[in-house]
């Protein structure tokens, strides 16, 4: 998988120093195109005079800019409310954070990825069966591929956490969930990003199936029905903004 060098500079270009920033998107998923993007999520830090007073900075930074004909699309939540949403059993951050291609990192960022088994529940099957009905309606209207490929990947991701209380983004990883033609399928999206789904034979029936493997999955996970982090993350957050944060950049 190629990512631009110059990927590492993103975090000084900020107006607040960043946490983390990791890839996600196709790239994350196994199935970048040629011609992809590269979305960029992670966190950054508001200072404390502009959560205690009463001007209040951004809580959400989005920035798209294109270099060397690669267009970038960076979204970063402040520490604050990237706890509160991993608290709130939502399957993208939790992906953002433990995502292995790690752009810029700091030591809050290995404490946040530290805490992150004490914010995983089996209600975060709620949000890959919400997201997989998204996308499989995207696909019946338009027909494209890749809301169908997100469709399997989604569904395979939240069946594999549910069964291992293990985080895998990569559908490469993941065949064992679902038919047997999905390398066919990445192999056509790495061809162009926009572009129509080949005819498969029983494409629905698959889909139902990996459905009800993952509301089963659920149904009978060994996880907890409530995250246990939260005084943690909130004393992160408090030694964070008060004292600092410690922050440096690895690629």
Known sequence: ???????????????????????????????????????????????????????????????????????VDLVTHDLAKFCRLLLGRNGYVLEQLLSPLVVTSSPVHEELVALAPGCLTRHH????????????????????????????????????????????????????????????LVAAKQEAEHGPAPSVPGLESDVERMTVALEEARDFAGLPERATAEAALHDLVVRVRLRGWGGESMM
């Open 125 to 184: 099957a709620h949000h890959y069966l919400g997201f997989a009905r998204t996308q499989w309606r995207l696909f019946t209207k338009s027909g494209e591929l890749k809301p169908l490929l997100y469709t399997f990947r989604v569904l395979a991701t939240g069946t594999h956490l549910m069964r291992t209380g293990e985080l895998e983004a990569d559908l490469t990883r993941l065949y064992e969930y679902g038919p047997a033609y999905l390398p066919d």
């Open 1 to 71: 998988m190629n990512l631009p060098g110059w990927l590492a500079e993103v975090a000084g270009e900020q107006p607040y120093p960043l946490v983390f920033a990791t890839v996600s998107g196709a790239h994350l998923y196994g199935f970048p195109s040629v011609d992809s993007d590269v979305d960029l999520r992670g966190v950054h830090v508001l200072p404390v005079e502009e959560v205690a007073g009463l001007r209040h900075g951004p809580e959400t930074l989005e920035r798209m800019w294109t270099r060397d004909g690669v267009e």
